[in-house]
């Protein structure tokens, strides 16, 4: 009589890591609300604001939303936007984090995504913390300290962002959008964060922008190596609206408070976009209304978990928007008393608007 071997228990304890990984990551088939979900929320690198705030929603999911509702979120990390609604497409992942103007250029197919389609089935859930632009330069080059200051710059060294990230794209809509041409005008040096500030700290560079919420650690080091010899330039409204010119409202004034940073003595008014979360309309819509409704009520989880989100607000839920909500979220946002203009109400039922 054959008997079976046993297995390892380093084989069964990988074994069902593997499984585990495969539910997680495989793809939802439409179901309804009775069935036990686990949705991929995707973010970006472990390194930036994204992932941890998708981590900490996660959590709170499994804690909160999964016990009752029967469904939670997964948090994976990702290049950022532009992956990130790569992977929405392909039905990979339901919910993501996005930067406001990848919301918009994937909803109209423009922008850096004009080759594809536009993306009909996302949808908009919250607005969530603002990425404040610090555009830093030299103090000898900034003549006015606002951002007509970057003419100052033609022919020098300007980081504009790591390749493909959404910090260059950002980064030259707005470049674009002040009159110049990111390729032609400035020596462009393509990096990161914590590059960029180095390079500043050495002379490699005369400007950059770092797109975060505040502080941003990358700017904290390069002003404070720079020793008051740089400077953070401001926005008028007319520069707003400029940059706001085929996306109304995408951007707002944002002021950068005194002290803030080291040598900035005075507060900086600047711009910034809204990030958002953001879901594919196959999503059942109770759920989308559970996760509003534990996000606004555990608000201060999130706040205590990351600084980035203490501005989040339910009054401050749909500014910057570019993407129509999700029924759920309408349902959330008329219960909660919330006016929601007629530009955020999903095409797919015209009856939200009567």
Do not use: C
Request: proline share 5%; hydrophobic share 45%.
């Amino acid at each position: 009589m054959l008997r079976s071997k046993a297995i390892p228990a380093r084989l069964v304890t990988l074994l069902l890591l593997v499984v585990l990984f495969i539910v997680a990551m495989g793809r939802i088939v439409d179901s309804g609300p009775g069935d036990r979900q686990t949705y991929i929320l995707t973010t970006a690198t472990t390194g930036g604001t994204f992932y941890p705030v998708g981590v900490a929603l996660a959590t709170l999911s499994k804690q909160v939303l999964e016990p009752e509702h029967g469904f939670s979120l997964a948090a994976i990390s990702s290049a950022g936007s532009e992956e990130n609604l790569r992977l929405m497409r392909s039905g990979e992942a339901q919910f993501a984090i996005l930067q406001g103007l990848y919301g918009a250029w994937a909803w109209r197919g423009e922008g850096r995504l004009a080759r594809q389609e536009p993306f009909a089935d996302l949808r908009s859930v919250t607005a969530l913390w603002p990425n404040v632009e610090h555009f830093l330069v030299r103090a000898s080059l900034a003549e006015t300290g606002t951002i007509e200051d970057l003419e100052h710059l033609r022919g020098r060294r300007f980081s504009i962002g790591a390749r493909f990230s959404g910090t260059e794209g950002s980064n030259r809509h707005i470049l674009t959008a002040m009159g110049m041409d990111p390729d032609h005008d400035f020596g462009l040096v393509f990096q990161g964060y914590g590059a960029s500030a180095d390079a500043f700290q050495n002379q490699l560079i005369d400007g950059m922008n770092t797109p975060a919420g505040v502080p941003v650690g990358a700017v904290t080091r390069a002003m404070a190596a720079s020793r008051g010899e740089a400077v953070l330039l401001e926005f008028d409204q007319s520069a707003l609206a400029r940059i706001n010119a085929d996306y109304p409202g995408l951007w707002r004034l944002f002021e950068i408070e005194a002290d803030t940073y080291p040598h900035q003595t005075r507060p900086v008014r600047t711009i910034a976009q809204s990030n958002l979360l953001a879901v594919t309309r196959d999503v059942p819509d109770e759920y989308v209304y559970q996760l509003l409704e534990m996000l606004y009520e555990h608000l201060g989880f999130l706040q205590a978990f990351h600084a980035a989100t203490r501005s989040m607000h339910l009054d401050s839920a749909l500014d910057g928007l570019p993407v129509p909500l999700h029924p759920g979220a309408v349902r959330f946002y008329r219960q909660h008393g919330v006016d929601i203009p007629n530009r955020l109400l999903p095409p797919e039922d015209q009856a939200l608007s009567e």
